[in-house]
C-alpha cells in the first residue's frame, strides 16, 4: 500500500477515537454542543475555554468545532476569531472527517458536517446514525415544521410523532437535552398525549444533570402549583439556580420573584438588573419587564424615554405586552409626545399580535 496511504488512514483511525471519545458528556466538545443547545450561557463559555486550549495545541477535532460555534452571533468570547483562522480550522480537518462520516458512518462526523453547512439532510442521517446531538436537533427541526407549516391534521401528527421517537431515543441514554425536549412534548401535547406529571418527571431528571431551561420549568410547577404542591420559595430557589447558569429565563423568573417578593424578601434593584441582563441575553418578556422597571422607578432610576426605547425592542420582536405599553406611553405622552392616533394604533397591533383578525384587517386598511 502506498506510503501516504497508510499515513492517511492512521490520521482517520485517531481521529476516530478521538470523535468516539466524545460520547462521554465530561468532554469539552460534548459540553460546548449541550450547554449551546440547553442555554447555559456560562458553561458554554467555561466550555469553549477549554476547547479552545486543546484547538491551539493542535487538536484538529477541537479546532473545527470551535470554528463551527465561531460563526454564531453569541459565540463566547473564546470562540471568536477571525475568518482567516476560521477557514484553517475547519480545512485542517474537513476532509478527515469527511472520510469518516464516509466509511465508517461515523454519527459524529456527521452531525459535525451538517453543522457546517447547514444541511439538515446530513443532520437526518446523523440522527438516524445514533448521535444524540443530531436526534435532538433533527427532532426539533421536523417538530418545528410541523407546528409552523400547512399540512393535514394525519401529517402534523405523524410528524409530531417522529420528532417525539427521536427525543425519547436521545432521553433513553440519559441525555439532558432530549429529557428536556421529551418533557416539552409531554408538557404541550406533541406527539404524545397532553400530560403534566410525565412533563414534570422529565424537567426533573434533566435539571438534576443541570439542564437550565429544566431548572427553571420546575421552577414554574411550583409557582403554578401544578403536579407538586404550590411553594413559592421552592419556585424562587429552581429559578435561582437557573439564573446561575446565565439563562435568560431563569434570569428572568427569578426577578420577578425578587420584585413581587414572591419565595424571596423583595429586592427591586436586584430585579432590575436581573432583567436588564435576561432582556441582553434574548428574553423578550424581560425586556419588557426592564422597561416597567424604568418607567416606574422600581429598583433603578426613573426614565421615561429609555423606558419607551425598552418596550419598542420588545414591540419589535412581536410580544403584545410591550405594544400595549407603547399606546400607553403615547396616551400619556410619558417617553414621546403624546399621539392619540398612534396609541390607538399600537393597541390594535397589540391585539393583532395575539390573533385578532379584526384588529388585522384594521391594520392592512390603516397603515402603510
Known sequence: MHKNR??????????SAGLAALADPANAIMRLLNSRASGSRKEYAAAAEEVAEKAKSGSPVYGFV????????????????????????LDNCRDKIKRLALEKNNSMAWYLLSLETSDTNLLHRAADAGNIQAQNAWGAFILTR????EMSTNEQKRVMGLAFDYFKSAAREGDANGLYNLGTCHARGFGTPQDDQSAFNCFRAAADKGHPEALNNIGGFFREGRVVEKDLAMAARWFKKSAECENPYG??????????????????????????VAGDNG?????????????????????????????????????PPAMENIATCYSRGTGVPADEKLATE?????????GDRNAQAWLRQNVK
Not at 497508510?6 to 481521529?15: P, T
Not at 420573584?257 to 432583567?275: C, I, N, P, T, Y
Open 6 to 15: 497508510v499515513f492517511a488512514s492512521m490520521l482517520v483511525l485517531a481521529l
Open 66 to 89: 470551535l470554528a463551527l460555534v465561531s460563526r454564531e452571533q453569541d459565540a463566547p468570547p473564546a470562540a471568536r476569531m477571525d475568518e482567516e483562522t476560521r477557514n484553517k480550522y
Open 146 to 149: 410541523a407546528i409552523g407549516e
Open 251 to 276: 434570569q428572568f423568573n427569578y426577578g420577578l420573584a425578587l420584585q413581587r417578593g414572591e419565595g424571596v424578601e423583595k429586592d427591586a434593584r436586584k430585579a432590575a438588573e436581573l432583567f436588564r
Open 283 to 319: 428574553c423578550i418578556e424581560a425586556i419588557d419587564a426592564y422597561g416597567v422597571a424604568l418607567w416606574r422607578g422600581e429598583g433603578v432610576k426613573e426614565n421615561h424615554r429609555k423606558a419607551f426605547q425598552q418596550f419598542m425592542r420588545a414591540a419589535s420582536l412581536g410580544y
Open 346 to 354: 399600537w393597541k390594535i397591533r397589540s391585539r393583532a399580535a395575539r
